[in-house]
C-alpha cells in the first residue's frame, strides 16, 4: 500500500505563487511515477503534471511553462511548484502515485484546495 498527504493549498491573488508538497509512505519501491491532478467545480478531474521514476516529465498544455513537477532525492515527496497563477488554475489539487502493472494501480491523496482570486 501506498500512503499519500498533499499539502500546500491556499487563497493567493492572480500572479503569484505556491508550492504544493506531496509526502508518500508505504511501499514507496513499487511506484512507476506520480502525478498531479486537479478538480475545478463541475468539472472532471484532469491530469497537471507527471514525473516518472526516470525523472521524465509531462505538463497539461494550460499549465506548460508556469509549474514544475519534482520529487526529492529519496522520492518520499513530490512537489508542484505553481507560478504565475490565473484564476482558472483554481481547483482541488490532487497528488497521484501509480504503479505501471496489470492491472495498473493508482493511489491518492485527499486533495489540497487552491484558490486564485482578487
Known amino acids: 500500500q501506498v500512503r499519500l498527504e498533499d499539502s500546500g493549498g491556499g487563497l493567493v491573488q492572480p500572479g503569484e505563487s505556491l508550492r504544493l508538497s506531496c509526502v508518500v509512505s508505504?511501499?514507496?519501491?513499487?511506484?512507476?511515477?506520480m502525478s498531479w491532478y486537479r478538480q475545478a467545480p463541475g468539472n472532471q478531474r484532469e491530469l497537471v503534471a507527471t514525473?516518472?521514476?526516470?525523472?521524465?516529465?509531462n505538463y497539461a498544455d494550460s499549465v506548460k511553462g508556469r509549474f514544475t513537477i519534482s520529487r526529492d532525492d529519496f522520492k518520499t515527496t513530490l512537489y508542484l511548484q505553481m507560478n504565475s497563477l490565473k484564476p482558472e488554475d483554481t481547483a482541488v489539487y490532487y497528488c497521484?502515485?501509480?504503479?505501471?502493472?496489470?492491472?495498473?494501480?493508482?493511489?491518492w491523496g485527499q486533495g489540497t484546495r487552491v484558490t486564485v482570486s482578487s
Open positions: 514525473i516518472t521514476n526516470g525523472g521524465s516529465t
Open positions: 508505504g511501499s514507496i519501491f513499487s511506484i512507476d511515477g
Open positions: 497521484n502515485a501509480f504503479t505501471l502493472g496489470i492491472p495498473r494501480e493508482d493511489y
